[in-house]
């Protein structure tokens, strides 16, 4: 008997003009890395959306969670375009917005207070990995 092990994708805008993006990087980078090695790869969007074969093929054929810095949803749009529907969509005004967190305004280096968004906001990331490798 073969148990064949399931990986999510995660597929982060690579947003740089705004907070949000800075988070959405950090935030899935500590998923990719700390909280959930095993049951995730990183799909990388640049490349994704100039035509790297290997992530679309993967992004089609495995459950994928973008996480999206900001409304426009690059990451949601391009994967949804090129390879379909993801198992679940983030956005990370939302999620700060839920749990209460201030936005915050780095777009570098982050201030103390700002990691507490990073850390909540991959914990809902890694949540989402959970759900769609238990569904
Ligand atoms: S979703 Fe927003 S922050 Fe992310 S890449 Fe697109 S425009 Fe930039």
């Not at 969007?45 to 495995?62: M, S, V």
């Not at 999620?95 to 201030?111: A, D, M, Q």
């Amino acid at each position: 008997m073969t148990l064949e092990i399931l990986k999510v994708g995660i597929v982060s805008c690579s947003g740089e003009a705004v907070p949000g993006g800075t988070i959405s990087r950090i935030a899935s980078r500590m998923v990719l890395d700390e909280l959930r090695p095993d049951a995730t790869v990183t799909i990388c969007l640049p490349l994704f959306i100039a035509g790297g074969q290997e992530e679309r093929d993967f992004a089609a054929t495995y459950p994928t969670i973008t996480v999206d810095g900001c409304e426009k949803r690059c990451a949601q749009r391009s994967t949804e375009k090129l390879s379909g529907k993801p198992g679940k969509s983030l956005l990370i005004p939302e999620i700060l917005e839920k749990h209460g967190i201030e936005k915050p305004t780095s777009l570098r280096k982050l201030k103390p207070e700002e990691t507490v968004a990073v850390q909540v906001v991959a914990e809902v990331i890694a949540r989402a990995v959970d759900e769609i490798l238990e569904s």
